[in-house]
């Protein structure tokens, strides 16, 4: 069993739809809980950041964070063709010299139809 | 791009050749990492440093290496390439406790 498992897609929504992307995860030394944004031939953009369980919202994105359920989701409001992209889930640990691990899922593809 | 720039951003190489792939950053961050990045696998961590000349393994560091002789380079080295190490090749960089930022990618195709 991977330690984060992320449905790949990929997902089609209509332009304005709600979008809702999921993650789960199974090592409880998860610190910090990051959504990004990866376009085509491009790095992954950093979406998202949290720590703590709840909710955070950045204009039309919300991030949410169960630790106890050990479940992350990510809420696109108003979807754009522009939001169509690999969504990718990343969980980090704390490393040797006090770097930080990250452990990404697989991606989720998503397309914003007109 | 955070100030990543990875070189080259495409190369094609053979068997048995050794290829040295490098990442500059300008941000002077502390910490950087290589990852790939292949289908059904997502991203996974190669190797990475938390200072000049301090290196330490990923989960998948098996026949790579790594240097890092200045804070702001950041050097991958493959000995003798292997079919298995096509993939994309993804430097990041941080500042202590704080999130990763990527580069663009090296494509590396080993025929």
């Known amino acids: 069993q991977k330690e984060v498992e992320q449905d790949p897609g990929p997902l089609s929504v209509p332009e304005g739809a709600i979008v809702s992307l999921n993650c789960t995860y199974s090592n409880s030394a998860f610190q910090y809980f990051m959504w990004y944004r990866q376009y085509s031939r491009k790095g992954p953009e950093l979406l998202m950041y949290t720590y703590s369980s709840g909710n955070k919202e950045d204009g039309r994105f919300t991030a949410q964070v169960d630790k106890s359920s050990k479940y992350i989701s990510l809420f696109i409001r108003d979807s754009q063709p522009s939001d169509s992209a690999t969504y990718l889930c990343a969980m980090s640990e704390s490393v040797t010299g006090g770097g930080n691990k990250l452990t990404f899922g697989t991606g989720t593809q998503l397309k914003v139809e007109l | 791009d955070a100030g990543i720039t990875q070189s080259p951003r495409h190369k094609v190489t053979e068997t048995g050749t050794p290829v040295t792939l490098r990442c500059h950053q300008t941000?002077?961050?502390?910490?950087m990492y290589w990852y790939r990045q292949d289908p059904g696998h997502g991203l996974r961590l190669i190797h990475y440093?938390?200072?000049?000349?301090?290196?330490d393994k990923g989960e998948v560091s098996d026949g790579y290496s790594v240097s890092r002789s200045k804070t702001e380079d950041f050097l991958l080295t493959l000995e003798s390439a292997t079919s298995s190490q096509t993939s994309v090749y993804f430097c990041?960089?941080?500042?202590?406790?704080?999130?990763?930022?990527f580069g663009n990618g090296t494509r590396l195709t080993v025929t």
């Open positions: 990041a960089i941080s500042a202590g406790n704080s999130p990763l930022h």
């Open positions: 440093s938390y200072g000049v000349k301090d290196t």
């Open positions: 941000e002077n961050h502390r910490y």
